[in-house]
T-cell receptor, first 114, second 116 residues
Framework: AQKVTQAQTEISVVEKEDVTLDCVYETRDTTYYLFWYKQPPSGELVFLIRRNSFDEQNEISGRYSWNFQKSTSSFNFTITASQVVDSAVYFCALSEAGYSTLTFGKGTMLLVSP | GAVVSQHPSRVICKSGTSVKIECRSLDFQATTMFWYRQFPKQSLMLMATSNEGSKATYEQGVEKDKFLINHASLTLSTLTVTSAHPEDSSFYIC????????????FGQGTRLTVV
């Protein structure tokens, strides 16, 4: 069975600080996909990134970066120089083989204060 | 990216009544739609998967008679919460996929249902 663990329930930082959101997953499949979504207070889910299990290259997109480590089954997300607009709940999710459903972690609420 | 529109965004209904939530794919044909439920400060839990023209597949523990899902066209799926009770109050969110794959699924804005 697949499982996603986001151990950090809530993180509070001050603007311009860097922050890392942890995600640890469990799966028996060798082919799987990992996702990060942002859920602002308005509720919609904003897609941030998708990574397949065969691609362990880290990725950077502006202030966002992702560190995928198969050896530790982790897919961590770092926001550099955080801004108030980054305040949201962030979900890590896993899909086995890409055609099944998404299993979400419990989410990490990030609060960025000015 | 593709647009999925969910309506209404908020609804308040009286206990015992039914409420319908619509999920529309605006610029693509959605062969598969997924319905999720999210309790306050909780994760999203998949309720059911529906393929156009066939019956929805419900996850374990989800009452199919309580949560009626219809996916009659390639652009519209509806979730009807029948005989709603306060415990059905939640955030419901849909996602739509053109090829049945979660890799290409796009989420709606969600519907906050409050049953009073």
């Amino acid at each position: 069975a697949q499982k996603v663990t986001q151990a950090q329930t809530e993180i509070s930082v001050v603007e311009k600080e860097d922050v890392t959101l942890d995600c640890v997953y469990e799966t028996r499949d060798t082919t799987y996909y990992l996702f990060w979504y942002k859920q602002p207070p308005s509720g919609e889910l904003v897609f941030l990134i998708r990574r397949n299990s065969f691609d362990e290259q880290n990725e950077i997109s502006g202030r966002y970066s992702w560190n995928f480590q198969k050896s530790t089954s982790s897919f961590n997300f770092t926001i550099t120089a955080s801004q108030v607009v980054d305040s949201a709940v962030y979900f890590c999710a896993l899909s086995e083989a890409g055609y099944s459903t998404l299993t979400f972690g419990k989410g990490t609420m990030l609060l960025v204060s000015p | 990216g593709a647009v999925v529109s969910q309506h209404p965004s908020r609804v308040i209904c009286k206990s015992g009544t039914s409420v319908k939530i619509e999920c529309r794919s605006l610029d693509f044909q959605a062969t598969t739609m997924f319905w999720y439920r999210q309790f306050p400060k909780q994760s999203l839990m998949l309720m059911a998967t529906s393929n156009e023209g066939s019956k929805a597949t419900y996850e374990q523990g989800v009452e199919k008679d309580k949560f009626l899902i219809n996916h009659a066209s390639l652009t519209l799926s509806t979730l009807t919460v029948t005989s709603a009770h306060p415990e059905d109050s939640s955030f419901y969110i849909c996602s739509a996929s053109s090829r049945g794959s979660i890799l290409e699924a796009f989420f709606g804005q969600g519907t906050r249902l409050t049953v009073v």
